[in-house]
Every structure is written in C-alpha cells, then in structure tokens.
C-alpha cells in the first residue's frame, strides 16, 4: 500500500510527458500551417492588384484569411508555451522543426510548390529525427512544480549561466555585431539563440506556475510579483530576439537562417537543461547518443528543407530542380 | 553463486555483440577502401596508356595494386562472415552501408572527387543511421551455436520461407525478368536481394559452425557433409547474385542500383531476422521503432551518397555542382 502514491506519480508523470509532446506537436501544425495561410492571403491580395507587403501595402489587414494565419500562429505558440510546462525543454524545443515539414507539406499541396526529391528526403528525415527525439527523452521530468524550479535559481549553476550569457549578449552587441554582424550569419543568430533560451527558461517558470497554483495563490504577495517580472522579462527577450532575427533575414537568405538558428537555439535550451536543469541526469549513456542522433538527424532535415524550398523558388536557373526533375 | 555461469553467459553474449559489430565496421573499412585502391590502379593503368578495362583490357592483372584491392576486398569479405557468427543478422548487414561512407570520403581525398555539400550530408546521416541500428540491436543473439540453427531449419516457418523465396524467383527468372527486368530496376534487384538473404543464413550457419564445433568434429560424419551442402548453397547464391547484379548495373545507373540494392538486401535480411531467428522478439517497442529509425536514415544516406558521388561524374551539366559551390 505504501507504493501507491508513488506509482500514481509515476504515472502522472508519464502523462505529463506525452501531453506536453501533444502539445509540441500540435504547435508545430499550427505554427506550420499559419505560414501557408498568410502567404495564401498575401498571393491573393497580390492578384487582386493591391499593393504588396514588401512594397510597404497593408491591404492585407482587412483580410479575414490573413487574420487567420495569425492566429492561428498566436494559437500555436500558446500550445507551445503550455508544452514547456509539461515536458522537457530538451525534447519541445527540438521538435519545433515540425514546422518547417508542415509548411513544406502544405506549400506542396496548396501553393503548388512542387516537392523535389530532396524536399521529400527533408520530410522524411524530419519525421525519423524528431522520432528519435521522442524515443530518447527523459521520461521524467526533473522540475515538477514552481518551487522546484525556484530553488533551481538559487543554485551557483543559475548565476554562472546568467553572467555568460549577459557578457556574451553585451559583447555580440557592443563589439562583434556592428564589426563582424553583416558577414557571419552566426554572430546575431547567437544572440538570438541565447535569448531564447532564456525566452525558454520564462516559458517554461509560468507554465510550471500556472500548473502547480490556484488562481488565489498565483495573485497572492511574493508569487504574484515574481510571475510579473518574469513575464516583463520574457516579453524583453521576445522583442530583442524578433528584431535581431529580422535583422539577420535581411541580410541572408533563409535558407541559411532558419537551420542555423534551429542548430544554435535547441543548442542553448539543450546546455540549459544540462546546465540548470539536470535533465539530462534521468538519461542513460545510449539515450543521450540517441537523441543527439536525432538532433542531428533534425538539423540535416531543417537545412534540406529550407534550401530545397528556397532553391525552388530563387536557384531555378542553377538547375537544381532540372537536376531531381530528370532524376525522378 | 548459483548466478554465476549465468553472468559469465551474458559476458561473453555482450562481448559477441560487440565483437561483430568491430567485425563488421573493420569489413565496410576494408571493402570501401578496396573500391579506391581498384580505381587508382585502374586510372593510373590508363595514364600508362594500357588498354582500358572498360574496353576489354587485362592490364590491371599485372598491376601488383590492384591485386592489393582485391585483396583488401577480399579481407573486408571474410570479415563480414565472421561477423555474422557473432552479432545478429540485422545489424551486420545494414552496417554495410559504412562501406559507401568510407568510399565517398576515401574518393575526396585521394581520387580528387570534390566531396559536394550534400555528399557531406550524406556521409553524417551514414554515421548517425549506423549508430542508432547498433544502439537499438539486440544485444542477445537467439542463436548461440550452430544446434539451435539447426533445430529452427526444421521448425514449418523455414519452410515457408523457403517456399516463398522458389517461387519469388521462379516467378522472377522465368516470367517477370525477362518482360519487365530492362523496364523496372526492382525486378532483378529483389531476385538479387532475396537469394542474398539466403546467403547470410548459409554465412551465418558456417560463421556457428566454426565458433561452435573442434576441428574433429566438424569433420566428422553428419557436419561434413552439412556443411559442405551449405557451403555448396552459398557458392551458387553467391554466383547468381554476381550475375544479376551485373546485369542490373548494366541495364541502370549505379546511383539508382546501390541504394536500391541496399534497401531490398537489408529488407529481406530483416524479415528473415523476423521469420526464422526471432531476433526481433528480445526487443522493445521502443527499439524496434529505434532501430527502425536508424535503417530508414541509413537508407537515405545511402541514397544521397550515390547520388551525390554519381551526380558529381555524370551529371556535372544538370548544374548540382554549380549550385552548391554558390551556396557555400
């Protein structure tokens, strides 16, 4: 009888882990699914002979189907938020590349932008990785409740990471980014990234929050304060992050942006984990090889996926699709 | 202490599994080197001004380099056998997609095949394939030696397995090669591939019996004459294979036939896996959709390698090459 209440812990906590993967995956559909609806709109307006967006148009806000690309995109990433409260970041975070299958999937099929070969490789991929992702996370997630999570900040570990991130970010923003930013596609996709995993460190502090107290208790002194200033932060990391990254999409071509910012973005949420949240402690020697497998795995199916949806529309005349054209 | 010889069993299973697996990985070494060392003195030969192989040459037989290929390849060969005796079917044979690795980067450094993007690509998801297949083998072998092979050859799914495979290829060599061999690249390859399942299981037998018996016994009445049929068995698998293969690679480019070859082999070694050794019954769901996982990777890099390698010879004017050196 003893073992009872342990057991249905367990349980709990092995549901907890597949409705946060839901979740995650359900994210990406949406997320996915809200850049085809947006650039069906934009197309539309286009031919009905408004003036484009990227010609500084706003027709497109009095369209309803462009409306529901955003929120669809907001729905997504509220779906996304709730996962961090359910499992681990190590695993939500990698599986956002589900979205750049779902996007390439549906561009295929509602955009007429033909798949190559390479593209469905991509997909393929993607599933595999994330897969593999799925089947090596811990099980168990190491921070269960809001407390937990705040004696996780008191530790040593907490303030080393702080002072790296805040002497990297200053250093790419006052020194490297005006000096190197415009050649290296990594210097702000750096910043980005160590943002966002403190983004993701909020994310997942208001998550395990709203999970583990009472409305009451959530408005009540000493928590309803703590939650307010880690909001405003995540609000700050948000905007830094937004306008760094269109920065960088100026300057390069997404086909290199996006997988360089997957690699480096699941690359600080996963030192994160390993740094303040012990995650990986749960993992056996052959999990840990399997999900980097899968990481890995992930990040060749990113990069296939963005150049071979770029190269359709900007490399036609390097003959990249005459080449998988006569191939399949 | 009752414990004991039971421990000291699962020692010497573990050690088994790891010593196949350094079996097989030495193999790939040995026969991707091998296509190398028999290229250079090919190429070499025809810088002398020899008469071409392809034209009907017999140069290269008194080249001492070339015999070195062969008998690299040779090596790598037997290797591959003894790794059968030790590790289970299902991992040794999709290892064998190491071999097109160690080839396609041999071939960048010393035959100046300019390793392209994708080759890179190819090379890493090799690597990434192969390592899950291992993480998720089973590390017991269901056949510990040569008796209990023999006591499944007699259980009714060998001999439906065996019905299946004479009717395959009857249905193959007689009616479906000769209307749609030159048509479809899978119709001679799946005759390839089935016979080459049966040739791992011969190589299997011989690899228990070696492992399993003194040289005595094996030379005495039932065994001999057991083992010199299988040998027998094996050696006419083995011609029939080499013919068809060829004639495959005649018909189709190499790109489309290796991976093609590769997926159908590993395919009918598994479902033999499945029907006659069981070695799919030690595992977990879990590392049956692992190792599942790591053989589809493997499949797609197997894919890209030959077709990077290929597209790199034949179809430099479809401008892939032209492509990836602008986008790195």
């Not at 990254?245 to 994160?272: H, K, M, Q």
Request: glycine share 8%; net charge positive; with cysteine.
């Amino acid at each position: 009888m003893e073992d009872e209440p342990s057991i249905s812990k367990e349980i709990t906590k092995s549901t907890d882990f597949y409705i946060g993967i839901l979740l995650a995956v359900c994210s990406s559909l949406f997320i996915g699914t809200s850049f085809i609806i947006k650039k069906i709109s934009l197309t539309r307006l286009s031919r009905i002979g408004a003036l484009r967006a990227g010609a500084g148009g706003f027709g497109y806000l009095k369209d309803w189907f462009w409306w529901l690309g955003i929120s669809a995109m907001g729905f997504g990433e509220i779906l996304n938020f709730a996962a961090y409260g359910f499992a681990p970041a190590s695993v939500v975070t990698p599986l956002g590349a589900l979205s750049v299958l779902v996007s390439a999937i549906l561009a295929s099929k509602f955009l007429n932008e033909k798949l190559t070969i390479v593209g469905k490789l991509g997909c393929l991929l993607c599933i595999l990785g994330s897969t593999m992702i799925i089947l090596h996370a811990p099980k168990e997630e190491p921070l269960e409740n809001f407390n937990l999570f705040l004696s996780k900040l008191q530790e040593p570990a907490f303030a080393h990471y702080m002072i790296c991130m805040v002497v990297l970010c200053s250093a790419i923003l006052c020194c490297l980014g005006p000096r190197f930013g415009s050649r290296y596609v990594c210097v702000y996709i750096t910043l980005c990234s160590a943002i966002g995993g403190i983004t993701v460190m909020a994310c997942k502090a208001i998550g395990l929050a709203l999970k583990s107290y009472s409305v009451t208790s959530l408005l009540s002194y000493p928590t309803f304060w703590l939650l307010s200033t880690i909001i405003l932060i995540m609000a700050v990391c948000i905007c830094v992050q937004i306008t760094y990254l269109n920065r960088t999409l100026d300057l390069f071509n997404a086909s290199i942006v996006t997988p360089t910012y997957y690699v480096f973005f699941t690359g600080f949420v996963i030192a994160e984990s390993i740094v303040l949240f012990r995650e990986w402690e749960l993992m056996t020697a052959g999990d840990m090889a399997g999900a980097l497998c899968g990481f890995f795995v992930t990040v060749v199916a990113v990069f296939v996926l963005s150049t071979s949806k770029d190269g359709h529309q900007q490399t036609r005349h390097l003959g990249v699709n005459t080449y998988f054209a006569v191939k399949s």
